[in-house]
């Protein structure tokens, strides 16, 4: 079976339980405060989930090696149903030690395939490589932290911001700078790459993208360590530079379709949210929200939408016509900027919390109504019975 059928709806079911407590919370219906348990679900689940889904189906294409096995699905799903169970106690190290061996599993699928591989991963795969190293090596720090082995602010700031911050946002530059092109019209989908004489590879064309990279981690520790605005800087320059060099992103997608279009604006909602706490830095956590909601998470979305449609042998028609595909991104972009927006009604700020948690819950319901019904039944192509 493939890893997205599977996985993508583990990941909306986390989508959603992860935001319901800031409903209840913000219209006073729970006293659970949700500080914690939403972004380590948010991310550790609904981001991971879509993540590996992704990663477990299109890595054996991009490398010419062999599919995901039943047990290494099996093994992935386990973990994650463990972690969501693990999300609901107060004591988060046994999350934190559940989402670092997810992230351990994934890593050593990737690297079975790579090591067999018949083709060459395309080169800003470097990315992924470094997403997935920021999220065990923040999972593990963050471990650490809930032990009481790491005292003081510094590590936990750090841990938690390349957990929920450079984890996803690696992987989007590592994926999205391949595939984002390719879905807009500009370029062709990268799967089937060839190999490269090494010393080429290495001077003039991966050396770059490890520079890159290296500014990415960089940023983190800039932030944590000398200058918070330092550190945006650095991640908003670098996202700038990688959307319009190589995203194209000041063109509107040639690509005909509803999902391209939308990708495409919630590539602007990632910049806009990465910006956004440069520009009004005492309300950075409440911009840098417009990136999470209108960018990472309607990206994966959209990316997920096309994965299911062609994966499925769907073709073009649903993107193409479907009303509730754009209605979806519609409700998630309010969403985004309902809570980016929210500190400016203080008077009325947890209820636009929770208006925003609600928005988000019926736009991914939305989403899955549309794609959740794909995932679970054999598409045109994969029927037994299509000739």
């Known amino acids: 079976m493939d890893p997205y059928r599977v996985l993508f709806p583990l990941g909306v079911f986390a989508a959603i339980l992860g935001t319901v407590p800031w409903v209840t919370f913000g219209f006073g219906l729970s006293n659970f405060y949700p500080g914690l348990f939403h972004p380590d679900l948010m991310m550790g689940g609904f981001l991971f989930a879509f993540s590996a889904g992704f990663l477990m189906t299109a890595i054996p294409q991009f490398t010419g090696s062999a599919v995901c096995r039943t047990w290494e699905l099996f093994l992935s799903a386990a973990i994650f149903v463990a972690l969501v169970a693990a999300s609901f106690f107060e004591y988060r190290f046994w999350f934190h030690v559940l989402s670092c061996f997810s992230l351990i599993s994934l890593v050593m699928f990737c690297i079975r395939r790579v090591l067999s591989r018949t083709n060459s991963p395309p080169r800003f795969f470097i990315f992924v490589g470094l997403g997935l190293l920021m999220g065990i090596v923040g999972s593990g720090l963050l471990a650490l932290c809930d032990l009481g082995w790491l005292v003081g602010g510094a590590w936990f700031g750090l841990a938690k911001l390349i957990?929920?911050?450079?984890?996803?946002?690696?992987?989007?530059?590592?994926?999205?700078?391949?595939?984002?092109?390719?879905?807009?019209?500009?370029?062709?989908?990268?799967?089937?790459?060839s190999k490269v004489d090494v010393s080429e590879s290495v001077l003039k064309v991966i050396g770059p993208v490890f520079v890159l990279a290296f500014?990415?981690?960089?940023?983190?520790?800039?932030?944590v360590k000398w200058s918070a605005v330092a550190g945006w800087v650095m991640r908003a320059i670098l996202v700038t530079f990688l959307s319009v060099n190589h995203w194209h992103i000041l063109r509107k997608p040639k690509?005909?379709?509803?999902?391209?279009?939308?990708?495409?604006?919630?590539?602007?909602?990632?910049?806009?949210?990465?910006?956004a706490p440069v520009l009004a830095p005492a309300y950075w956590v409440h911009g840098i929200h417009i990136a999470f909601i209108g960018g990472f998470g309607l990206m994966t979305l959209m990316v997920a939408s096309r994965v299911t449609l062609a994966h499925g042998g769907y073709g073009h028609r649903v993107e193409l016509r479907s009303r509730l595909l754009p209605a979806a991104a519609i409700i998630i972009l309010l969403s985004a900027f309902t809570r980016g927006l929210a500190p400016l009604v203080p008077q009325a700020y947890l209820h636009h919390l929770a208006y925003a948690a609600g928005t988000w819950i019926i736009g991914v319901l939305t989403w899955s109504f549309v794609f959740i019904p794909k995932m679970i039944r054999l598409g045109p192509k994969s029927s037994p019975h299509t000739h």
């Open 163 to 193: 957990y929920t911050q450079g984890m996803v946002l690696s992987l989007i530059l590592g994926v999205g700078t391949h595939l984002l092109p390719a879905i807009w019209g500009w370029a062709e989908l990268p799967i089937k790459a």
């Open 215 to 223: 500014v990415l981690a960089s940023s983190f520790i800039v932030e």
């Open 255 to 275: 690509a005909r379709g509803r999902l391209a279009f939308w990708l495409w604006i919630s590539a602007w909602a990632l910049l806009i949210g990465l910006w």
